[in-house]
């Protein structure tokens, strides 16, 4: 079993930087990938970026590729997404989200069937 607990979310500035935070806990966790998807206003999932928690490798979506960057922290059983030149269209809310380990899960072939578990969310608000 794995838990997660999102925080970090608040109101941010069209341009501005967020850093957002999913804490992790549980057994197995060297058999993971974490990853971030936002969920809009109608409960879609668009996925954002993952990390396998043993090698750190990290695969991003194309709509945030080169602005935000996603990194665990081993010692603080940490997943962090920082959020920079934010744009309107990444408002929503942020889960975050754990899965046993597949290599597909590093490319287009993603899907969020493969993550079991999941956080409760943090909102994301962009001001203009």
């Known amino acids: 079993q794995v838990y997660l607990v999102e925080s970090g979310g608040g109101v941010v500035q069209t341009g501005g930087s967020l850093t957002l935070s999913c804490k992790v806990s549980g057994s197995g966790l060297d058999t993971l990938a974490l990853a971030w998807f936002r969920q809009d206003e109608y409960g879609e999932r668009e996925f954002v970026a993952t990390?396998?928690?043993?090698?750190?490798?990290?695969y991003y979506g194309d709509l945030v590729k080169g602005r935000f960057s996603i990194s665990r922290d081993k010692a603080k059983n940490t997943v962090d997404l920082q959020m920079n030149k934010v744009k309107p269209e990444d408002m929503g809310v942020y889960v975050c989200a754990a899965g046993i380990y597949r290599p597909v899960m590093f490319t287009k072939g993603l899907d969020a069937d493969f993550f079991g578990w999941w956080g409760r969310g943090t909102q994301v608000t962009v001001s203009s």
């Open positions: 990390i396998s928690w043993v090698t750190g490798v990290t």
